[in-house]
């Protein structure tokens, strides 16, 4: 039996809750939980607010943890193995996106927490296509929030050749955003932090923005017209978004990884005078999310975490509903 924290109903509070797994399939894996952060995408399962969560619920899709059973057709990973589990638990790997490497663009790819149960658990299962081996230097306690937040502002950067060279400029400073600044910075960007909280300035800079811009001063919009050749948005709520358009470069992009439920708003002539765009993506493939934690490890990124026990995840949930936490929350065993 696997013993998890469940909610029974929409916005519940989390029980303990047991379950049977079954008998392991042949391309799964068994992993002991040893950590696991929390997202607000958890949040968002939790209150249904997108309208397909089961229930019981058991959130949590930014797993750090050690296999202790593989299926038989499992060769790539092993048995006390530490590894990293995401947003997504397994693909169909025959269509043509799995083919081609985009296993998380595969349309019958199987969710975390969507059809399953999540990582808030003393163990969790998943395909072994979707594991991915956590580097030694890579600090375990704190790498969960990779899996789903880091991977998730990284993806970009490959998927639209990001250049050494390039201005980019990261809207909402939080879970996301943090990683956002440090990975840009390393990546080699001039990197400028939107933010409507200017006392923070001191600690963007030491993250890794080089300029920080007050996005609640019209002015400031204004001065920075048509700066930047990238602008990731990881709010989750509506902007004046031809505000930003208005401050990309020519052939800019506008690249939305926070998820807005609100339409988006956009003036057409502004795109096409420019051949500006405007964009989106999930998270990575499990190969993008390999290349983000050697590239992580190299340059020293590390999400901000403050930690809680798993008998005290309420709280945690809490914490992050009442938008507190400093960055990001992982819950240990």
Not at 114 to 135: E, K, N, T
Request: charged fraction near 20%; glycine fraction near 10%; include cysteine.
């Amino acid at each position: 039996m696997i013993k998890a924290y469940a909610a029974n109903a929409a916005g519940d509070k989390l029980e303990k809750f047991e379950y049977d797994p079954g008998p392991l399939k042949h391309d799964d894996v068994d992993i002991t939980v040893e950590s696991c952060g929390i997202c607000h995408s958890d949040l968002s399962m939790l209150d249904n607010e997108w309208g397909f969560t089961q229930y019981p619920f058991v959130p949590g899709h930014e797993v750090v943890g050690i296999i202790n059973a593989v299926g038989e057709n499992v060769s790539s990973l092993k048995v006390g193995q530490r590894v990293g589990l995401g947003w997504q638990s397994g693909y169909c790997n025959t269509c043509r996106t799995c083919q081609s490497g985009d296993h998380n663009l595969c349309s019958s790819a199987e969710l975390t927490l969507g059809g399953r149960h999540g990582g808030f658990a003393d163990r969790v299962r998943a395909q072994a296509s979707a594991v991915v081996a956590l580097p030694d230097n890579i600090n375990p306690k704190s790498a969960g929030p990779l899996f789903c937040g880091g991977i998730t502002v990284f993806n970009p950067l490959l998927q639209f050749d990001i250049k050494p060279t390039d201005k980019v400029a990261v809207i909402g400073i939080g879970g996301l955003g943090h990683l956002a600044l440090q990975f840009l910075n390393a990546w080699g960007c001039e990197v400028t932090a939107f933010t409507r909280n200017t006392k923070e300035q001191d600690e963007l800079i030491k993250l890794g923005a080089h300029k920080v811009l007050n996005s609640s001063s019209q002015e400031e919009l204004k001065a920075a017209a048509g700066s930047f050749d990238l602008i990731i948005s990881t709010v989750n709520v509506k902007l004046d978004w031809n505000a930003y358009v208005a401050t990309l470069a020519p052939k800019g992009r506008l690249h939305f990884v926070g998820a807005t439920t609100e339409p988006l708003d956009l003036s057409l002539f502004p795109l096409m005078a420019g051949q500006r765009s405007v964009s989106s993506s999930p998270v990575g493939s499990p190969a993008t999310i390999k290349t983000m934690l050697d590239f992580a490890a190299l340059h020293k990124v590390e999400p901000i975490t403050e930690y809680f026990p798993f008998d005290q995840v309420n709280e945690a949930l809490d914490r992050l509903r009442n938008g507190k936490p400093h960055y990001r929350i992982v819950l240990q065993h």
